[in-house]
């Protein structure tokens, strides 16, 4: 008997946080911070566990950290890219991007998930298996993804909800944005960043105008990080990062962080022209309350457009019916507006949108 509990991440957009307990173990999956400024998970009544697990290192599910000893400071389990980011002197031990290793005395099976740098689900071999998606993408150009086994148990990414525009109409209602410019797209360096720049040189247009932080992403994903990336991809991006010019006045397609505009070059950008009407303001990804993002998009300086890089609805129940589900956590989402869509989506499996769950 095993007993998954949803701490965070479940019923609405927060940070990830699952706890997984076992008779052989305790764990948690993800630790996470925001989006929206200053929420963590309330790990108050968590007590001590074995180890925390990350499926990859973006804030809402590697932000938490400050909390560590709240729940006895265990080591940290994450993939060797996602090690590297880590803040110095952090317990950390490594998670195959696509293998199996025993974590506190459990077997965890990973597989690279199509979404961020060193980003991987996790199933952990416990009463027929669960298996936690984190954050993933299956229409990436750029990010590998490898197909996830058997599971009783599954934490889905449900952050779009009932959304089912795949990427390839999406990118129609961004090739004209990207023509007409000059256009600052916010983005996340370690994750779409990268794969609209390479978007952009593989459609035929200019280098797009970066910041530091991108490059240097870009430079990972060409050498060190490469293992996560689709085949044959790393020339274009280390072409890229060599290249791509400079973000130094308002000019063609920019891209940089970070995604809310709350910190980084977008938000030194953002906030040198946000009084301006040219250049124009696109973001691409969630729009935290309380954010520039939020304020931009609401006053009519910036647009939306979304950029996929969560499944759509459909995507999620071929994965639901492929390991064969009995029990789905749709994660990251909002259960008020998308439960009865979900329940018949995932038909005949039981889906749970809070609390706790035995299995």
Same mark, same amino acid.
């Given at each position: 008997?095993?007993?998954?509990?949803?701490?965070?991440?479940?019923?609405?957009? #927060?940070?990830? $946080?699952?706890?997984?307990?076992?008779?052989?173990?305790?764990?948690?999956?993800?630790?996470?911070?925001?989006?929206?400024?200053?929420?963590?998970?309330?790990?108050?009544?968590?007590?001590? *566990?074995?180890?925390?697990?990350?499926?990859?290192?973006?804030?809402?599910?590697?932000?938490?950290?400050?909390?560590?000893?709240?729940?006895?400071?265990?080591?940290?389990?994450?993939?060797?890219?996602?090690?590297?980011?880590?803040?110095?002197?952090?317990?950390?031990?490594?998670?195959?991007?696509?293998?199996?290793?025993?974590?506190? #005395?459990?077997?965890?099976?990973? #597989?690279?998930?199509?979404?961020?740098?060193?980003?991987?689900?996790?199933?952990?071999?416990?009463?027929?298996?669960?298996?936690?998606?984190?954050?993933?993408? #299956?229409?990436?150009?750029?990010?590998?993804?490898?197909?996830?086994?058997?599971?009783?148990?599954?934490?889905?990414?449900?952050?779009?909800?009932?959304?089912?525009?795949?990427?390839?109409?999406?990118?129609?209602?961004?090739?004209? *944005?990207?023509?007409?410019?000059?256009?600052?797209?916010?983005?996340?360096?370690?994750?779409?960043?990268?794969?609209?720049?390479?978007?952009?040189?593989?459609?035929?247009?200019?280098?797009?105008?970066?910041?530091?932080?991108?490059?240097?992403?870009?430079?990972?994903?060409?050498?060190?990080?490469?293992? $996560?990336?689709?085949?044959?991809?790393?020339?274009?991006?280390?072409?890229?990062?060599?290249?791509?010019?400079?973000?130094?006045?308002?000019?063609?397609?920019?891209?940089?962080?970070?995604?809310?505009?709350?910190?980084?070059?977008?938000?030194?950008?953002?906030?040198?022209?946000?009084?301006?009407?040219?250049?124009?303001? *696109?973001?691409?990804?969630?729009?935290?309350?309380?954010?520039?993002?939020?304020?931009?998009?609401?006053?009519?300086?910036?647009?939306?457009?979304?950029?996929?890089?969560?499944?759509?609805?459909?995507?999620?129940?071929?994965? *639901?019916?492929?390991?064969?589900?009995?029990?789905?956590?749709?994660?990251?989402?909002?259960?008020?507006?998308?439960?009865?869509?979900?329940?018949?989506?995932?038909?005949?499996?039981?889906?749970?949108?809070?609390?706790?769950?035995?299995?």
């Amino acid at each position: 008997m095993a007993r998954l509990t949803a701490i965070s991440g479940l019923g609405g957009k #927060g940070p990830a $946080c699952f706890l997984i307990e076992t008779r052989a173990a305790r764990l948690l999956l993800d630790l996470g911070y925001g989006p929206q400024p200053g929420l963590l998970p309330n790990v108050d009544g968590v007590g001590k *566990v074995d180890a925390l697990l990350l499926s990859h290192g973006h804030r809402d599910h590697a932000g938490g950290f400050e909390l560590l000893g709240k729940v006895g400071n265990p080591p940290i389990y994450a993939t060797d890219i996602v090690r590297r980011l880590l803040p110095a002197g952090t317990n950390s031990r490594p998670l195959p991007l696509h293998g199996t290793t025993e974590v506190a #005395g459990l077997q965890v099976t990973t #597989g690279r998930s199509g979404h961020a740098p060193g980003g991987v689900w996790l199933h952990i071999a416990v009463d027929g298996g669960l298996l936690y998606m984190g954050d993933n993408s #299956g229409e990436s150009i750029l990010y590998a993804a490898d197909a996830p086994p058997p599971a009783t148990a599954i934490i889905i990414d449900a952050s779009y909800g009932a959304y089912e525009t795949p990427l390839s109409e999406c990118t129609k209602k961004f090739d004209p *944005v990207f023509d007409a410019g000059p256009v600052l797209l916010p983005i996340p360096v370690a994750g779409r960043g990268p794969e609209i720049a390479l978007y952009l040189i593989r459609s035929g247009r200019a280098a797009p105008h970066i910041d530091d932080a991108l490059r240097a992403s870009l430079t990972r994903l060409a050498a060190q990080d490469s293992p $996560c990336l689709k085949p044959g991809i790393t020339p274009e991006l280390a072409q890229l990062a060599a290249n791509a010019p400079a973000i130094e006045k308002p000019a063609g397609v920019m891209l940089a962080g970070i995604a809310d505009a709350t910190a980084g070059e977008a938000a030194k950008q953002v906030a040198a022209w946000e009084h301006q009407t040219t250049p124009a303001i *696109v973001f691409s990804g969630y729009l935290p309350p309380g954010t520039p993002a939020e304020r931009l998009t609401t006053s009519g300086r910036a647009s939306y457009l979304r950029w996929n890089v969560h499944p759509r609805l459909a995507e999620n129940a071929r994965l *639901v019916r492929a390991v064969g589900a009995q029990i789905v956590l749709p994660a990251f989402g909002d259960a008020a507006r998308h439960r009865q869509a979900w329940e018949t989506a995932f038909a005949p499996a039981r889906v749970v949108v809070s609390g706790s769950v035995e299995f």
